[in-house]
């Protein structure tokens, strides 16, 4: 008899990768799908990563490092964090993992215990939920409408905190919405935090690099709450690394010890090729990476101006990642004869059947009254899926 554990069965295919994983079956029959569902950067790794990672593989840096990750890395980390955000981190705070969603795993369920909630605002990033249903946590969903650019209030988040509350995720910038919360939205919030010394934040700061408006803003930059911050980061987005699969979170001693120890038995210390891969990347002039933010800048705008031609799209302006989350609720009820659009599950659907275009619903992240596409590919390709996608809209009466 085939039974699988309760936690597997309650777990939730990442839709991400579920429609990344529909447009490889179409294109494998040999259809021109073009794909706005996963969150990757077309740009090449650096060549001075590529370089340093050649140069570790000829000089046999293949044995297992430290858990955590080997201490000159580390200490490479705590660097940036200082030099980048100004936090105070040793190397004996930060952990590397594979990929930074086994930083956020690791947090999660180092933190969590059984009824214990997590707030996470909404909209939010797919696997958040997830993870802390992996925990037996309870997810406590804060809405965020476009009309308050997709960021939660102090108000708001002070409601939703219980004598359960354990524990805040969120994203900034945030995936799916681009948002980017100021300085001082962040303050509101950590003024909140510090009212309650049980409650800690996750703070998952991936998409950094790719911000518009200036300088990033770190949680953990508040004297009165720095002791509760978790900051998550990484090499896949910025350094166009996702496939190398490094991730790195910067903590309280205790909470990085406790990392170190689940992550211990579960996987050890990631690649050690990609450690020395991910110390160069820590080692750049951030000015290095400046031309891709600015492409993916470029790309935003081309975008808005494509998506002004297509009637009943509602969006927000993204300040930062490569993503827009357009309300979708003007094709709700519509039909082109054949299907009824009732969602943005739905409208997701007919677009890869009908335009052959491959976007994420919104129900992913929390509100089936959007779709999310990303923008981390070529002008070419955005300005034909955006053709195809007015076509196909089009004709939906």
């Given at each position: 008899?085939?039974?699988?554990?309760?936690?597997?069965?309650?777990?939730?295919?990442?839709?991400?990768?579920?429609?990344?994983?529909?447009?490889?079956?179409?294109?494998?029959?040999?259809?021109?799908?073009?794909?706005?569902?996963?969150?990757?950067?077309?740009?090449?790794?650096?060549?001075?990563?590529?370089?340093?990672?050649?140069?570790?593989?000829?000089?046999?840096?293949?044995?297992?490092?430290?858990?955590?990750?080997?201490?000159?890395?580390?200490?490479?980390?705590?660097?940036?964090?200082?030099?980048?955000?100004?936090?105070?981190?040793?190397?004996?705070?930060?952990?590397?993992?594979?990929g930074a969603k086994q930083s956020l795993a690791n947090a999660v369920l180092c933190l969590i215990n059984p009824g214990d909630e997590v707030i996470v605002p909404s909209p939010y990033w797919v696997s958040y939920i997830e993870l802390i249903?992996?925990?037996?946590?309870?997810?406590?969903?804060?809405?965020?409408?476009?009309?308050?650019?997709?960021?939660?209030?102090?108000?708001?988040?002070?409601?939703?905190?219980?004598?359960?509350?354990?524990?805040?995720?969120?994203?900034?910038?945030?995936?799916?919405?681009?948002?980017?919360?100021?300085?001082?939205?962040?303050?509101?919030?950590?003024?909140?935090?510090?009212?309650?010394?049980?409650?800690?934040?996750?703070?998952?700061?991936?998409?950094?690099?790719?911000?518009?408006?200036?300088?990033?803003?770190?949680?953990?930059?508040?004297?009165?709450?720095?002791?509760?911050?978790?900051?998550?980061?990484?090499?896949?987005?910025?350094?166009?690394?996702?496939?190398?699969?490094?991730?790195?979170?910067?903590?309280?001693?205790?909470?990085?010890?406790?990392?170190?120890?689940?992550?211990?038995?579960?996987?050890?210390?990631?690649?050690?090729?990609?450690?020395?891969?991910t110390h160069a990347a820590m080692l750049m002039d951030v000015s290095g990476i400046a031309p891709m933010r600015d492409q993916f800048r470029k790309r935003r705008d081309l975008v808005l101006g494509l998506m002004k031609e297509i009637p009943?799209?509602?969006?927000?302006?993204?300040?930062?990642?490569?993503?827009?989350?357009?309300?979708?609720?003007?094709?709700?009820?519509?039909?082109?004869?054949?299907?009824?659009?009732?969602?943005?599950?739905?409208?997701?659907?007919?677009?890869?059947?009908?335009?052959?275009?491959?976007?994420?619903?919104?129900?992913?992240?929390?509100?089936?009254?959007?779709?999310?596409?990303?923008?981390?590919?070529?002008?070419?390709?955005?300005?034909?899926?955006?053709?195809?996608?007015?076509?196909?809209?089009?004709?939906?009466?």
């Amino acid at each position: 008899m085939e039974k699988l554990a309760d936690r597997i069965n309650k777990l939730s295919e990442s839709q991400t990768i579920a429609m990344a994983r529909k447009s490889r079956e179409l294109k494998a029959k040999g259809i021109d799908v073009i794909s706005l569902s996963l969150g990757e950067p077309d740009f090449h790794t650096p060549q001075i990563v590529k370089d340093a990672a050649k140069k570790a593989i000829d000089a046999d840096f293949s044995y297992y490092t430290h858990v955590s990750g080997y201490v000159e890395l580390r200490e490479a980390i705590a660097k940036k964090f200082k030099r980048d955000n100004n936090l105070d981190y040793t190397a004996e705070q930060i952990v590397v993992s594979t990929g930074a969603k086994q930083s956020l795993a690791n947090a999660v369920l180092c933190l969590i215990n059984p009824g214990d909630e997590v707030i996470v605002p909404s909209p939010y990033w797919v696997s958040y939920i997830e993870l802390i249903k992996l925990a037996e946590g309870v997810p406590v969903i804060i809405k965020a409408g476009i009309e308050q650019d997709f960021k939660i209030t102090a108000t708001q988040f002070k409601a939703a905190i219980t004598s359960k509350t354990r524990m805040m995720i969120f994203s900034t910038p945030c995936n799916p919405t681009g948002s980017v919360y100021s300085k001082e939205e962040l303050k509101a919030l950590a003024d909140i935090v510090a009212q309650y010394p049980n409650l800690f934040v996750l703070s998952d700061e991936i998409y950094e690099h790719i911000n518009y408006v200036g300088g990033h803003e770190s949680m953990a930059q508040f004297d009165n709450i720095r002791d509760q911050v978790i900051t998550v980061n990484g090499v896949s987005k910025a350094y166009a690394m996702t496939g190398w699969r490094v991730g790195f979170m910067g903590a309280p001693l205790w909470v990085a010890k406790a990392c170190d120890k689940m992550q211990g038995q579960i996987t050890s210390a990631t690649c050690s090729i990609a450690q020395k891969a991910t110390h160069a990347a820590m080692l750049m002039d951030v000015s290095g990476i400046a031309p891709m933010r600015d492409q993916f800048r470029k790309r935003r705008d081309l975008v808005l101006g494509l998506m002004k031609e297509i009637p009943g799209l509602k969006t927000n302006i993204p300040q930062g990642a490569f993503y827009f989350f357009p309300d979708v609720t003007y094709y709700f009820g519509k039909s082109d004869g054949k299907t009824v659009i009732r969602n943005g599950t739905d409208l997701s659907e007919y677009l890869l059947e009908k335009a052959y275009v491959a976007l994420v619903p919104g129900a992913a992240f929390g509100d089936d009254n959007y779709i999310r596409f990303s923008y981390a590919t070529s002008e070419d390709k955005l300005t034909e899926a955006l053709t195809r996608m007015k076509k196909a809209l089009a004709e939906l009466k």
